[in-house]
């Protein structure tokens, strides 16, 4: 069974860092495209980085410029840094990978079970 976990959440003061890690276990071949998510308080999820197997990213306007999306196939993991963190980033941050091929074949859309990150002095 493939599963993703996120880690490296927190309180952060406005203007710190955090760095999001979430890896992949299981008996992976495999991961194709993985991506970033957030939801805020009473707000709907938004794509915040994406990157692919080929290390082609994406990012959402609101976090251009502070944030990088990186990957270690070796270790199925995908990394988000956040710099110059502010109030509005305060969400809870969701790693998402779009197919991932294992022992048991092929499988789509995974999710973790996300991080807080909370940006507040």
């Known amino acids: 069974q493939v599963q993703l976990v996120e880690s490296g959440g927190g309180l952060v003061q406005p203007g710190g860092s955090l760095r999001l890690s979430c890896a992949a276990s299981g008996s992976i071949f495999n991961i194709n495209t993985m991506a970033w998510y957030r939801q805020a308080p009473g707000k709907e999820r938004e794509l915040v980085a994406t990157?692919?197997?080929?290390?082609?990213?994406t990012y959402a306007d609101s976090v251009k410029g502070r944030a990088t999306i990186s990957r270690d196939d070796a270790k199925n993991t995908v990394y988000l840094q956040m710099n110059s963190l502010k109030p509005e980033d305060t969400a809870v941050y969701y790693c998402?990978?779009?197919?991932?091929?294992?022992?048991?074949?092929?499988?789509?859309?995974?999710w973790g079970q996300g991080t807080q990150v909370t940006v507040s002095s």
């Open positions: 990157i692919t197997s080929g290390g082609s990213t």
């Open positions: 998402n990978a779009d197919r991932i091929w294992h022992v048991g074949g092929k499988s789509r859309d995974h």
